[in-house]
């Protein structure tokens, strides 16, 4: 577990690991196993209460904003977003980013929903970089703008908020969620899977600005509809109890043992740089596509000269117990992912290898 660099669902703490093992048996303040807990019972209704506390004293957050545990993955929200947000009326549309493999997965499914408008698209760029600001056709009347965050697959991250006064932002934050302090109050609606940064996959947290919660049209199925979510603090059917327990103990974990946002950033700041000076002094033996300025701190998303090296690279790094380092199946490549729970010394380790594999191969 401890070099577990996977891009999908990434490795979580030691300490946070302890306490699920200790969950299963038994949650001490109840006498039960954790996977035998009802979600109706005034246990469970701290736990959604002190989650959405942290998460929201994590971001800076006020009561402005709720946060809902919701379940059907980031991909559902691909569907929510629109279906409550697009609007209804004559013209109605919204403005996409298309940065990368995830925001332009979310543009099919939105397109079933009504007018979608590609405000800027790196597609015929390979996605290898982020739009600049006068690039982007950005429409003032638009319902909204989605973006992602940080694109999981190519390893681009904005280091900025995108969009226009009075246009709502919506992000998807999945893979970068929690893990750096930002301006969060520019948001009106961010979503993320718990599976990179927080916990196993099953929930999707959503941090919603209350006064949208009054805009959702009528009539849509309950499950689907950001209102009828909020009313039920997130328990409207069988929520999934375990993955929802273990992001409190993941946000615990960052609240009281990293010491916050600020913390969290510095150690996953410093984790990436470790990856990118090797890449950088490696004389071009270690390539990295996606320009400087845009690089993700999340996915340090890499190749080498010949398919051969890399097989090479991925065998060796396996037998020393690096785990995870195969590039996203539509991009090929290597990529190191370096989600919170992974420790600064698991990503030294993979520098070091990394230097010694390029002396002996380069
Ligand atoms: N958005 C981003 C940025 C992702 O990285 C992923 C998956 O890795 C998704 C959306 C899709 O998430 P899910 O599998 O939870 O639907």
């Not at 890449?279 to 270690?286: A, E, V």
């Not at 990503?347 to 010694?356: I, N, P, Q, R």
Request: hydrophobic share 40%; with cysteine.
């Amino acid at each position: 577990n401890q070099l577990n660099f996977s891009g999908g669902p990434g490795a979580l703490p030691q300490a946070v690991l302890d306490e699920v093992q200790q969950s299963i048996q038994c949650v001490p303040e109840t006498g039960l196993s954790i996977l035998g807990i009802s979600h109706r019972s005034d246990w469970f209704e701290q736990v959604v209460f002190e989650l959405e506390r942290n998460v929201l004293s994590l971001m800076g957050l006020g009561s402005d904003y709720k946060v809902l545990l919701l379940q059907g993955g980031a991909t559902q929200q691909f569907t929510m977003v629109p279906m409550n947000f697009l609007g209804r009326h004559d013209g109605a549309h919204a403005d996409y980013l298309d940065t990368g493999y995830w925001s332009a997965k979310a543009l099919p499914d939105a397109r079933i929903q009504g007018d979608i408008r590609v405000a800027w698209s790196g597609r015929s760029e390979n996605y290898a970089r982020l739009p600049e600001d006068h690039e982007l056709l950005l429409s003032p009347s638009a319902s909204y703008l989605h973006y992602c965050s940080n694109e999981t697959v190519e390893g681009l991250q904005f280091n900025r908020v995108i969009g226009l006064p009075g246009v709502r932002r919506v992000c998807d934050m999945s893979s970068d969620f929690l893990s750096r302090p930002g301006q969060y109050d520019q948001f009106d609606l961010m979503y993320a899977h718990a599976q990179k940064n927080l916990g196993p996959s099953g929930v999707t947290l959503v941090v919603i600005k209350r006064e949208l919660l009054e805009q959702v049209p009528k009539g849509l199925p309950s499950f689907l509809d950001y209102r009828e979510q909020a009313r039920a603090n997130s328990i409207l059917n069988t929520p999934p109890v375990f993955a929802i327990y273990v992001v409190l103990l993941a946000t615990q974990w960052i609240r009281q043992t990293i010491g916050g946002l600020d913390a969290m950033g510095e150690i996953n700041q410093s984790k990436a740089a470790c990856l990118y000076r090797v890449i950088d002094q490696s004389d071009g033996f270690y390539r990295c596509r996606v320009a400087h300025d845009d690089r993700s701190i999340m996915n340090v998303a890499f190749s080498l000269p010949d398919p051969g090296l890399q097989a090479h690279f991925l065998a060796e790094s396996a037998l020393l117990g690096f785990s995870g380092l195969a590039g996203h199946r539509s991009v090929g490549g290597l990529r190191a992912s370096l989600y919170n729970g992974l420790e600064l010394a698991a990503a030294e380790h993979l520098a070091e290898f990394m230097s010694d594999f390029a002396q002996r191969n380069g």
